[in-house]
Structure formats: C-alpha cells, structure tokens
C-alpha cells in the first residue's frame, strides 16, 4: 500500500491546537493550524514556533473555521509558507471573520501585557499576528465544493464530506496513489464530527473504502443529555420571562449562537414564546449570522425549505443584533422580560461578562448556558456553584438560577461517535484517536478495539508520528 507519515503536532489527548503534518511521496501536508489554547508561557511558545519549517509544506488542508483548528494560520503564512489552504466556501467565509477577530483579540492582550511590562521597567511584547496578517492568509485560501475531489499534492487527492459540526465543516477524504507503483489507499481525517439531526446542519455524511482513520474523541467517553430537554429549556425560560425576569445565555459565536436563534423562531412560530425582546449582542456573532445567510448549501433540508418558502431563520420580528458598543451598554439599564445572547459561551471574554455582573445577582434571572464550558473558566465556576465569582475582578454572588443544557451541542458523543464509525466501510487498518482529554480518547480507544478487533487503535501523543 501507499505509504504515509502522519506526526501528531497538537490536539492529542487534548482537545486544542490541532495539527498534523503528514509526510506522502517526499511532500509535506498540514491537516488543520489551530491555535493552542493553555498556561500563558506554554501557549505563547507553541503558538508561535512550528516544530517544521512553514515555507517546507506543499499545502494545508483545513476542516473547519473554530480557531483551534484555523486559528494560528496567520503565523504560518507570516512565517513562510506560500502554499495553497484547502477548504469549503463556507469554511472560507467563517475565517475571514474568525482570523480577523483573533487578531484584534491578538493585539489587545499584547497591549495589556505591554503594560504590565511597562511598571516594571520591561520591553513591550508583540502580538502574534496582525489584521493584515490575517487577511494575507485569507488570499491564500481555496475553497472547494463538498463531494468535488481536487489534486492538492502529486498522488494526493482531497474530498471534503459534511461533517455537520458548524458551518462549511468538513470530514478530510485524503487519496492517495504512490506515483511509483499505482498502489492506492485512502486515510480518511473526521475533524470535528456533530451529532446529527442539527436544526440547521445537514447529518455527518458516511465513507466509504476507508483504510485509515483518524478521529476526534471530545466526548468519546460521555454522552450528552436527550434532546427532550429543549422542553426544559423552553419551560424554564418561559417561567422566568413571566416573572420579569432576563434570561442571559453565553454562547459561541459561530454555530451555537444561529441554533440557539433558529430554536427561538420555532417556539415563537409555534406560539410557545412570549414577545419578549430577544438580542444578540455580540459583533462577532452578528458577522456569523450573516456568513450563515450566504451558505444555505449547508442546511439540511427542512432548514432549507423554511428558508425558501418562509422567511430567514435567523430573523424575527422581536429580534435585534447589536454590534455598536453603545447599543450594548442600554442593555444594562433595560427594563423588563429580555432574552440576551452573547459570547463567549464559556464567559471568559466578550460583553456576556458585562451582562452576567448586571443579572447574575438578580433571583428573577436565569443564566443558561447552551454548551461545553471548560474547566477554570468563568462559566464553570458559575455552573460548578462557586458563589461569589469574579468578574472583572469584582466578586458578584450567584443568586440567578443556572442551567446548562447541552443538546445544542456540535460534537457527537460517545453512542454518536461509535455510530459514525459503524457507518464507514473499509478494511480500517489502523484508527488514530485524537482531539478529546486523555480520558474522552482512552474511552474512545477501548470501545472501538471491541468494534474493531483487527484494526490497531492508537492514541497518539504530541509529537509521535506513525506510518499508514
């Protein structure tokens, strides 16, 4: 068979900084460039030197537009590579916004520790990418329809299948022909897989004639709360508008933010919603919403039909987007029942945190939190029942009432994930376990050596490479 290289540079057994160099035919592939996500001196280190020469890929093949995933592209370019970057339209659209918005994030926290530095007699620090640095990444973007196959390498063919985790995600279908021999095999890379049934997403789509596989784990050792619990969801946010009451949801601003809107419409069309004004305040988001206007060819059917035979989903007529910062600030002082939605949905950064200091002490609100909230973060403290937290360093007691519910959520779970693989054909010589805690992918490996009993199942750690 055709041989391959594939060291594992980041997101193995850990859920940040995805990348993989793959090394066929003497030419170097990126899969993914996320940026890494952790303690400061470990993430600014990781981030900003590649254990490879950039200038020394042939092309990046890129799954979708979530930062530890796209996010560190901007230094990649900057540092040398000149190559194309593979991905679908709607992956395009997405970072172009994305890219952007990292390298204002960039340049802010680059400031603030210029400062810091600054009291104690040290040089200012730089950011690790620019705007400009961003949009020169963009231009070397190549978009590329689901299902079209497209030479990126000699011998080395890509395919992109749905993924259904957020807008333009793709699975990575790498085909490979040994220019030499004519041998063939196929090394097929999930990315982030969602769950199926999404409100708006078309399902993860099967492949077939598989020979290896690498797959994401995040939850592969959980399974995520039935869906029945959008009645809940629905229930309790009812009875705290009819109080009076704001109800304060953190949210992603790419996926989670459109179906959490989508959601809404649903319950207003079916008169389950009262006419409480509903915002979403979040620039980032309102630029999302947009770029999921221009890319239908995501939506799955029924998402599909609403929008050509009834109206936007992602309009209402109690509906505002905010970008203006002005605009956010009424938000404060606004009386009565409101739905706001805000990023980021872990509540570590953003204007949710100005709306949670306002709400979070009032009994009559709820915060409701529609996703993952990583450990140490503000949204996990509040959701673990610390009570007081900081929020701009001022203690703020948690008398809201909390709720998480998860089955929003992009990333299948175990029974999801398991079913995935049950779906793909092939010999599946060898599985490669990647993107989820040490124990999410451990979980992962064992279910799948009893599914599996003749392929070999791996869970790489950073820096092994192994051959396919």
């Not at 590329?144 to 957020?166: E, L």
């Not at 529609?370 to 703020?396: D, R």
């Not at 490996?445 to 599914?451: R, T």
Request: aromatic fraction near 8%; charged fraction near 25%; glycine fraction near 8%.
């Amino acid at each position: 068979m055709a041989r391959m290289k594939v060291h594992f540079l980041g997101a193995t057994r850990t859920t940040t900084g995805s990348m993989y160099l793959l090394e066929v035919f003497g030419q170097k592939i990126l899969l993914e460039c996320g940026l890494y996500q952790g303690r400061r001196e470990e993430s600014i280190q990781r981030n900003c030197c590649f254990p490879f020469a950039p200038s020394s890929l042939d092309a990046v093949v890129l799954s979708h537009a979530h930062l530890d995933h796209c996010g560190n592209l901007p230094n990649l370019t900057k540092q040398g590579f000149t190559g194309s970057i593979y991905c679908t339209f709607a992956t395009r659209s997405l970072a172009s916004i994305m890219l952007e918005d990292s390298a204002n994030i960039q340049r802010s926290d680059a400031e603030f520790v210029s400062k810091q530095r600054a009291k104690r007699g040290q040089p200012p620090v730089e950011p690790l990418y620019t705007s400009t640095d961003a949009e020169m990444a963009i231009r070397q973007f190549v978009a590329v329809g689901y299902d079209r196959p497209v030479r990126v390498a000699n011998g080395v063919t890509v395919t992109f299948r749905d993924a259904g985790h957020i807008l333009g995600s793709a699975q990575v279908v790498l085909d490979l022909r040994d220019p030499s021999s004519s041998q063939r095999s196929r090394y097929l890379f999930t990315g982030d897989i969602g769950r199926g049934r999404d409100l708006i997403l078309r399902d993860p789509q099967p492949v077939e004639n598989v020979d290896y596989l690498q797959i994401e784990s995040t939850y592969g050792g959980r399974e995520h709360q039935s869906k029945d619990t959008a009645a809940e969801m629905l229930r309790t946010a009812l009875q705290t508008l009819e109080r009076g009451g704001k109800v304060i949801v953190p949210a992603f601003s790419v996926g989670r933010t459109q179906q959490f809107v989508y959601a809404l419409n649903q319950f207003s069309r079916e008169n389950k919603l009262p006419d409480a004004p509903i915002f979403v305040d979040s620039p980032l988001s309102v630029n999302a919403t947009e770029v999921h206007r221009l890319h239908p060819e995501c939506f799955n059917e029924e998402t599909y039909k609403f929008l050509r035979d009834v109206a936007s989903p992602f309009e209402m007529g109690n509906l505002t987007y905010i970008r203006d910062v002005e605009q956010s600030k009424k938000l404060n002082t606004l009386q009565g029942p409101a739905i706001i939605i805000s990023a980021s949905g872990m509540a570590e950064a953003g204007r949710v945190r100005h709306h949670l200091a306002n709400h979070i002490g009032n009994p009559e609100n709820l915060i409701l939190f529609i996703g993952y909230c990583a450990e140490h973060t503000l949204g996990h403290q509040i959701l673990s029942g610390k009570s007081p937290v900081n929020i701009f360093g001022e203690p703020h007691e948690v008398k809201a009432r909390v709720l998480l519910v998860d089955y929003l959520s992009g990333h299948a779970d175990r029974s999801e994930l398991l079913d995935h693989v049950r779906r793909i054909s092939g010999p599946l010589r060898k599985i490669f376990v990647v993107h989820g805690e040490e124990e999410q992918s451990l979980a992962l490996a064992e279910a799948l050596e009893k599914m599996k009993p003749h392929a070999k199942v791996i869970v790489p750690r950073r820096g092994e490479a192994h051959e396919c």
